[in-house]
């Protein structure tokens, strides 16, 4: 057993308290791995018997000695407000380390994979499988950004347990302890709290981490007291799993239905998105006693200053998509989530830690230097506007791999969108001088560098110096104010314990039950209380791609778990023999806007994205579209897409309703619709009995909804079109601006608008919000 390593720095203790033997206020405790030192009355400190650090005693209470120099230095006085030792230790920082800490890892999975579209990962120059490596090892890509660029910000994404994430956390937090002046990693997460919709919910019953509806789905709720708890339990799972930041809440004001990121929103209202992203941002940030602790978790509000707007529907993830419009001239509904949310916090974490600014080029917002450039880029969008007018102060770290190359509009590259034309150090310069402070995606500070002395070119050492040091200290407070400094380990049993655990899973399960939006009950179909003969026809799949060249092969299967479909009701293959139907389907997956064929046949590529299944044709969308221009698409100046057709590729879809339809006659046909953005119910709404709308959740939780266990009480909190009239119409900054559908019952698909089982919800909800 290894004994504590201290250092006693009596100070000036009056010679009778040591006469009288006062003694160290701490004791240790020797963990799996690594040492606990609980002060009394104080910080409890977490360090590596491998690192080499020690304990220094300082009026009887005990501290790490994080830089070997075997004095207390303010950065390493945990009775010290983080600001004051964010800037003591910034000040010693070389410009390398502050260069490596303006640094956001790519992604990381635990294990690492093989070859993947973000690169080959390799353990002892072998991939994983050959490696003999244990599955919380670090691979050598982790090992050399650490050490070697200076890296502390790390994304994660897969891990293969929960135990192993927590295990991999211990061996990099022990491995840059000893480094340097042992600065810890600062662990991220993009949202991970997604229902598994096959799995089945047992109360009482654990699981990998708790099974939530999207943030769109908890904002149906209508309930900001809902999504604070969401954060309030993800957070405690986060922190079990080594995550200390997390990239979300995305308060993007979805203002423009076809936008493919739609679900990932809040909604379109900017008060209710401005309520939930307080909500959110309190309960992921809010430790134990409301204020910074070790339970919180930074959270990173995206994305700056609203993604929502996008030209036609299209992603700036990719070069078709990189504008975003205002022919509303309506910026302002799209800062509400930020500075009437997120920056607005009740509690004692006051706003929101840190922001990511969106890919896109907030087209002709910026009045002050009239700039065109991505929004990580724009001196006024940052400076100006974000940390002048609205005086944020936390951190700014740019979206994943804007300062990497493209090679054309349409891949899955970089994203330099307005600055395709300078280099990779040229662009990170220009997001420095814009304000920035750090970096998503990049791995590699040699780009910083070079920037730092193109700084030093322009303005002189002592300038760039007290720039990088500004971001330093931001970046560095988020570390101290989530205890990282004192303890970075997790003990693995108790992580095991936390995550998913049962009243965490119970939680998130009613969150599901509470987004389930009923449009119609004719005849009041719902709800089916005696266990009844059900018929579920099967969906067809058709092949598609994602986003990262990956194929997924066409197939047809039951859209529910028929295990647990078979406790409710009694399935038959035959609709004659069926009471009614429950059909599971998705919303019109109308495209994204861009087609290489189209290119290729002398097209200029841009093409409808449509709500509809059915075949559009956009013969009332712009002539001429708002913004266009790029190097990468040489000649084109018009992305208008009038007159071209596109069909959805999941019309089968629609057919899957009707065709139930004729098949039942008479009976019932109830129909569950998994919606990711808005959609035109013209084609089916009348085929359908009933109709239940839901963004993600367990099959088991419509089925108790269909059963009467739980009546509806959902809200939409987003308008559904009457047609692609009204959306081409509409304006992609403007929130509610379309005419909505109206149903055979005479409802509209409203903001707002929701049945339980006695008709049409009219309650405190609707009448704040509506």
Same mark, same amino acid.
């Given at each position: ?27 240790? #405790?020797?963990?799996? %791995? ?143 302890? +000893?480094? %340097? ?25 654990? /699981?990998?981490?708790? &099974? ?12 900001? @007291?809902?999504?604070?708890?969401? %954060? ?131 087209? $002709? ?11 990580? *880029? ?10 002048? =007018?609205? +005086? ?17 509009? *349409?891949?899955?590259? %970089? ?24 970096? +998503? ?13 193109? /700084? ?61 939006? &009923? ?47 078979? =406790? ?25 806007? !861009? ?10 590529? !841009? ?15 712009? $002539? ?8 990468? $698409? ?41 919606? @990711? ?5 013209? $084609?089916? #709404? ?21 059963? /009467? ?39 509209? !698909? ?7 089982? =006695? ?7 609707? =009448?704040?919000?509506?």
């Amino acid at each position: 057993m290894q004994t504590l390593r201290t250092y006693f720095k009596w100070g000036t203790l009056p010679l009778a308290a040591l006469m009288i033997g006062c003694g160290p206020k701490f004791k240790e #405790e020797i963990k799996e %791995g690594y040492h606990l030192v609980n002060n009394e009355n104080g910080a409890v400190l977490g360090y590596s018997p491998g690192s080499d650090v020690n304990i220094i005693t300082v009026d009887r209470l005990a501290f790490k000695d994080l830089n070997k120099n075997s004095t207390l230095d303010p950065y390493e006085d945990w009775r010290l407000p983080a600001e004051e030792r964010a800037n003591d230790l910034a000040s010693k920082m070389s410009v390398e380390q502050i260069a490596g800490l303006m640094l956001y890892s790519a992604h990381q999975s635990i294990p690492g994979g093989g070859n993947s579209f973000f690169g080959a990962v390799t353990y002892n120059g072998k991939p994983y499988k050959e490696s003999s490596a244990l599955p919380s090892d670090l691979s050598d890509a982790q090992k050399k950004f650490l050490e070697e660029d200076n890296v502390r910000h790390v994304l994660i994404t897969s891990v293969e347990s929960p135990a192993i994430a927590a295990q991999w956390n211990n061996n990099a937090q022990a491995m840059v302890e +000893g480094l %340097g002046l042992g600065i810890p990693i600062n662990t991220s997460s993009d949202p991970r709290h997604g229902s598994d919709s096959y799995a089945e919910f047992n109360a009482g019953a654990g /699981g990998k981490i708790s &099974m939530w509806p999207s943030t769109l789905g908890i904002a149906a709720s209508f309930d900001p @007291a809902l999504m604070q708890q969401f %954060g309030e339990i993800a957070s405690q799972e986060y922190r079990a799993l080594g995550i200390s930041t997390a990239l979300s809440p995305q308060i993007d004001l979805a203002t423009e239905p076809r936008w493919s990121r739609f679900d990932g929103t809040m909604g379109e209202d900017p008060e209710l998105a401005a309520d939930m992203a307080r909500a959110y941002v309190e309960g992921f940030q809010a430790s134990e006693n409301g204020d910074w602790g070790n339970r919180s978790v930074n959270a990173m509000v995206k994305h700056w200053p609203g993604g929502g707007p996008e030209e036609g529907g299209r992603d700036g993830h990719f070069g078709y998509g990189a504008y975003a419009v205002y022919p509303g001239n309506n910026l302002e509904d799209h800062l509400k989530p930020f500075t009437e949310g997120a920056f607005d916090l009740k509690g004692p974490t006051e706003m929101a830690a840190a922001v990511m600014p969106y890919y896109t080029i907030s087209y $002709e917002r910026d009045t002050k230097n009239g700039e065109n450039v991505g929004n990580a *880029y724009n001196k006024y969008l940052i400076t100006d506007l974000l940390r002048g =007018k609205y +005086g944020y102060d936390g951190v700014v770290c740019t979206d994943w791999g804007i300062t990497s190359d493209a090679p054309n509009v *349409y891949e899955f590259r %970089g994203k330099p969108w307005g600055v395709e034309t300078m280099s990779v150090a040229e662009r990170h310069y220009k997001i420095i001088e814009a304000g920035c402070d750090q970096f +998503g995606g990049n791995n590699d500070m040699g780009p910083v560098l070079e920037a730092y002395q193109m /700084g030093v070119e322009e303005h002189g050492e002592e300038y760039m110096r007290e720039r990088f040091e500004v971001s330093a200290v931001r970046l560095l407070k988020n570390i101290f104010r989530t205890g990282l400094f004192e303890n970075p380990y997790l003990d693995v049993s108790q992580t095991e314990a936390t995550v998913g655990k049962a009243d965490f899973m119970a939680a998130g399960y009613t969150a599901q039950l509470k987004s389930i939006v &009923m449009l119609k009950n004719r005849a009041k179909t719902l709800p089916v209380k005696e266990k009844k003969k059900v018929y579920v026809p099967q969906r067809y799949v058709a092949p598609t791609v994602n986003w990262f060249g990956v194929a997924t092969q066409e197939r047809t299967e039951h859209p529910f778990n028929m295990e647990v479909v078979g =406790k409710y009701f009694d399935i038959v293959d035959n609709p004659d023999e069926a009471d009614l139907a429950l059909v599971g389907i998705e919303n019109p997956n109308g495209g994204v806007g !861009y087609d290489i064929t189209d290119k290729e046949n002398g097209g200029n590529g !841009y093409v409808p994205i449509s709500l509809q299944y059915g075949t559009y044709t956009a013969t009332s969308a712009r $002539e001429k579209s708002i913004a266009a221009g790029s190097p990468l $698409e040489e000649g084109v100046l018009n992305r208008s897409y009038k007159g071209k057709t596109t069909t959805a590729v999941n019309i089968s879809d629609m057919s899957l309703v009707t065709d139930t339809k004729r098949r039942m006659g008479d009976k019932p046909v109830v129909v569950i619709v998994k919606v @990711a953005k808005p959609m035109v119910f013209s $084609e089916i #709404e009348d085929a359908a009995d009933a109709i239940l709308v839901h963004m993600g959740v367990q099959d088991q939780a419509i089925l108790d909804i269909v059963t /009467g266990k739980t009546e509806p009480s959902a809200l939409l909190p987003f308008q559904m079109p009457k047609d692609m009239m009204s959306v081409e119409s509409q304006f992609e900054d403007v929130p509610r601006d379309m005419e909505p559908y109206l149903d055979s019952e005479g409802n509209k !698909y409203d903001f707002a608008f929701g049945l339980d089982w =006695k008709g049409v919800i009219d309650d405190d909800r609707t =009448k704040a919000y509506k």
